[in-house]
């Protein structure tokens, strides 16, 4: 792997920022002033770093992303137009960098850019093609133009793939990001720590608007599952599950290579993936815990197939495994069942968890994922070819009780689906989901290629989003697009520096 090495200073300049946000969001969420003033002070602080530097505000992009799940920390609104943080900083890195290959074009009087020399780049040029061939395609159907909009943006944050490309081939850009990634996913973790303590003991006098504070910045989603324990969930947790692996490759590494199983390097590597395991259990998501099942059959194959671990060392690799779930589930118990204040409810840990793993019938978003999947399907055996373009929308009964308190019938119109892969194939049709499918495995097959414990790490990343995806959708929002063009460039940087 290329060093895991950690830089006490990246790590404490990027903590302070990222809790100093969150503060302002809090604060936000009461103040508008408040929330508008850091909304611009954060764009005129990113637009002057990258006038100075690009790369200072991407790294501010990139902690963005990894903590803001819908990217509503901040937000300015004004006459029913509401921008968030993350739309803003995608202008300003995008506008910066534009204006610099403009110039440098004119310069050298050739178009001069980094990512035309790259192996993907057919891939991405192909993806883009179906891209517009959908925002046509919903134009031509009469979708409205609202929707169309809204379902579209995401896909313009593959366009970050020209500025992140040309920031990440040098490699203390590379070093600077795994500092921010690091600390952004323990700060994560840390954050769903607190927020199911409070939630599963009495704190009522603030719960309220720390439950409203999380809904309406889009961090994340607090549900209750039983009297005393509420289901704390975010978005940006899929980076804290890829972290995991990631981390659980450099495990891998040292056991493989190093003599000593027990030294304090691997002790801290245990007891933060404890961490971030814990989140995972917490965040209660059927579709991470896939992504967790899909993410350890790929390291047990990458261990034995491509490392060749012995097999002392892999019965000690999955008991280090097994130690980490135990920990997790542990530190998981105590917090919901740490007896200062009291907890809330007199609840089975061990029985939620089954339970939510196994029976879904009864299960309001669950089972309207299912009721979905039907007239989902027959809108795709309409268009199964070029699809039915954006803003496609599907009519269907929901059990969800926001939805039912609207309609008590609980019928549902919507052009976002849960669906992940299947929302892909019905808006860019099935052309443009084999092309995003042949990307993706294009940046895994490079992992190995690379053949190194940090490239099939990120390969790994790809794998947990590809089964994530099934359930709930992350290949078509920046959360999953921003790891795509990230592992993507940091591939690219890899095969250059072992020359393939």
């Known amino acids: 792997m290329t060093g895991l090495l950690i830089n006490n200073k990246i790590i404490r300049n990027t903590l302070l920022f990222i809790i100093l946000a969150e503060i302002l969001s809090f604060l ?16 005129i602080l990113v637009l002057i770093l990258s006038l100075y530097r690009l790369k200072y505000g991407l790294f501010i992009l990139l902690a963005e992303l990894l903590i803001g799940s819908f990217g509503y920390l901040f937000y300015f609104e004004t006459g029913g137009f509401k921008i968030s943080i993350r739309i803003a900083l995608w202008l300003i890195i995008m506008s910066v960098w534009l204006a610099g290959a403009i110039i440098k074009s004119i310069k050298n009087k050739k178009i001069q850019l980094d990512f035309l020399r790259s192996p993907y780049l057919f891939y991405f040029a192909a ?22 909009f809204f379902d579209a943006n995401n896909w313009l944050y593959f366009l970050l793939i020209f500025p992140i490309y040309s920031v990440l081939q040098d490699d ?9 990634f690091l600390t952004s996913i323990g700060w994560l973790s840390v954050k769903t720590i607190i927020l199911a303590y409070i939630f599963s003991h009495s704190f009522n006098f603030f719960i309220l608007d720390l439950y409203l504070w999380i809904r309406r910045s889009g961090a994340g989603e607090i549900t209750q599952v039983v009297p005393g324990f509420s289901r704390i969930f975010m978005q940006s947790h899929i980076f804290v599950l890829i972290g995991f692996f990631i981390l659980l490759f450099y495990l891998l590494k040292n056991l ?33 815990w896939l992504g967790l099942a899909a993410g350890g059959f790929f390291i047990w194959l990458a261990a034995i197939g491509k490392f060749k671990i012995n097999l002392k060392k892999f019965i000690i690799f999955n008991s280090i495994i097994a130690l980490t779930v135990v920990l997790s589930l542990a530190l998981t118990f105590l917090i919901i069942k740490f007896p200062y204040p009291a907890p809330s409810g007199g609840f089975n840990a061990g029985n939620l968890l089954s339970d939510r793993a196994t029976q879904i019938a009864n299960e309001a978003g669950a089972s309207s994922r299912w ?44 052009y976002a689906f849960e669906w992940g892969w299947l929302d892909i194939w ?24 690379i053949s190194s414990y940090f490239s099939l790490s990120l390969a790994a990343g790809l794998i947990v989003i590809l089964a994530v995806n099934i359930f709930s959708p992350y290949a078509n929002h920046p959360l999953g697009i921003g790891y795509l063009i990230i592992a993507a460039a940091v591939m690219e940087n890899l095969k250059l520096k072992n020359n393939l």
């Open 256 to 288: 493989n290579e190093k003599p000593a199983v027990f030294n304090k390097q691997n002790f801290y590597l245990i007891g933060f993936n404890s961490l971030l395991l814990s989140t995972i259990i917490i965040s209660f998501s059927r579709s991470f």
């Open 28 to 43: 936000g969420y009461y103040y508008q002033l408040v929330n508008f003033t850091a909304f611009f002070a954060i764009i």
């Open 426 to 449: 019905l808006k860019l049709g099935i052309l443009g989901l084999l092309i995003y499918l042949f990307l993706f495995i294009k940046i895994i097959l490079s992992g190995f290629m």
């Open 172 to 180: 203390s850009n590379l070093k600077i990001i795994k500092q921010i």
């Open 371 to 414: 009721q979905l999947l039907p007239p989902l399907w027959r809108e795709i055996k309409a268009a199964p070819i070029l699809g039915r373009g954006f803003g496609a929308t599907v009519t269907y009964k929901s059990n969800d009780p926001r939805v039912l308190a609207v309609n008590s019938s609980g019928e549902y119109t919507t």
């Open 127 to 148: 993806l883009l093609v179906f891209i517009a061939l959908s925002v046509m395609n919903g134009f031509f159907k009469n979708n409205s133009l609202n929707n169309i």
